[in-house]
C-alpha cells in the first residue's frame, strides 16, 4: 500500500532554514511527481510547489520563489522541501502529497503523509 | 491566479439530509478542479477530481458537478463520519498553478 511518511516536528528561529523530507514506499518512487502543501493553524490549504522524483525537475508556487527547494534521493524513495529565511508566518503544517497520475502531474494529491509541523519562534 | 471561492463558510446540517457545497473560479479552470475533505488532526483525503470523477474508494453519496467557473459538490446523504471541512482546488497543466479555495466548514445541524 502506498505510505507516505514524513519527517518529525522542529521548531526553528525566525531567518533559519528547515527541511522537511518525505519517504515514500508502496509503489514506483520516480514514478509519480510529488506536491508540498501547507496549512498554516486554524486556516487553509496552500500549494508550495512540485518535484518529479524521476529527473528531478520542479516548479514552485510564485510566493516561494527563491525561499523553497524541492529536491529528491531516488535511492531512499525521498523527498525533501527545504525552506529558507523562515518567519513567524511560515509556522504551518507541511505536508507531502503524491500525485494521481503516473509519469505526468494531474494536479491533485491523491495520497498525503501524515504532515509535520514547522513551529517558527524567537 | 486563479482566486476560487467557496460557498458557504459553514453550512449546517442534519443527518441524513443532502448537503450541497459551491465553489467559484474567477476565470474558467475547465473541468480541473477537485474537491478534498479534511477532519481535524488529519490530512486533506482527495474525494473527487475532474470536477466529477469519484476517487479511488469514495462512497457514491459523495457527486462532483460543473465547469468552466462554478462547480457544485453534493453529498446526498449524510453520513456521521462527513461531517468536516471541504476544500475546492483547481489545477492547470504544466506547470502547475494550482489554488485552494478557503473551506467549507459541515457542521452537524
Known amino acids: 500500500q502506498v505510505q507516505l511518511v514524513q519527517s518529525g516536528a522542529e521548531v526553528k528561529k525566525p531567518g533559519a532554514s528547515v527541511k522537511v523530507s518525505c519517504k515514500a514506499s508502496?509503489?514506483?518512487?520516480?514514478?509519480?511527481?510529488m506536491h508540498w502543501v501547507r496549512q498554516a493553524p486554524g486556516q487553509g490549504l496552500e500549494w508550495m510547489g512540485i518535484?518529479?522524483?524521476?529527473?528531478?525537475?520542479?516548479s514552485y508556487a510564485q510566493k516561494f520563489q527563491g525561499r523553497v527547494t524541492m529536491t529528491r534521493d531516488t535511492s531512499t524513495s525521498t523527498v525533501y522541501m527545504e525552506l529558507s529565511s523562515l518567519r513567524s508566518e511560515d509556522t504551518a503544517v507541511y505536508y507531502c502529497?503524491?500525485?494521481?497520475?503516473?509519469?505526468?502531474?494531474?494536479?491533485?494529491?491523491?495520497?498525503w503523509g501524515q504532515g509535520t509541523l514547522v513551529t517558527v519562534s524567537s | 491566479e486563479i482566486v476560487m471561492t467557496q460557498s458557504p463558510a459553514t453550512l449546517s446540517v442534519s443527518p441524513g439530509e443532502r448537503a450541497t457545497l459551491s465553489c467559484r473560479a474567477s476565470?474558467?479552470?475547465?473541468?480541473?478542479l477537485a474537491w478534498y475533505q479534511q477532519k481535524p488532526g488529519q490530512a486533506p483525503r482527495l474525494l473527487i477530481y475532474?470536477?466529477?470523477t469519484r476517487a479511488t474508494g469514495i462512497p457514491a453519496r459523495f457527486s462532483g458537478s460543473g465547469s468552466g467557473t462554478e462547480f457544485t459538490l453534493t453529498i446526498s446523504s449524510l453520513q456521521s463520519e462527513d461531517f468536516a471541512v471541504y476544500y475546492c482546488?483547481?489545477?492547470?497543466?504544466?506547470?502547475?498553478?494550482?489554488?485552494f479555495g478557503q473551506g467549507t466548514r459541515l457542521e452537524i445541524k
Open positions: 518535484i518529479n522524483p524521476s529527473g528531478g525537475s520542479t
Open positions: 476565470q474558467s479552470v475547465s473541468s480541473n
Open positions: 508502496g509503489y514506483t518512487f520516480t514514478s509519480y511527481y
Open positions: 475532474g470536477a466529477s
Open positions: 502529497a503524491r500525485d494521481g497520475e503516473a509519469y505526468s502531474s494531474r494536479g491533485t494529491g491523491d495520497y
Open positions: 482546488q483547481q489545477y492547470n497543466n504544466w506547470p502547475p498553478s494550482i489554488t
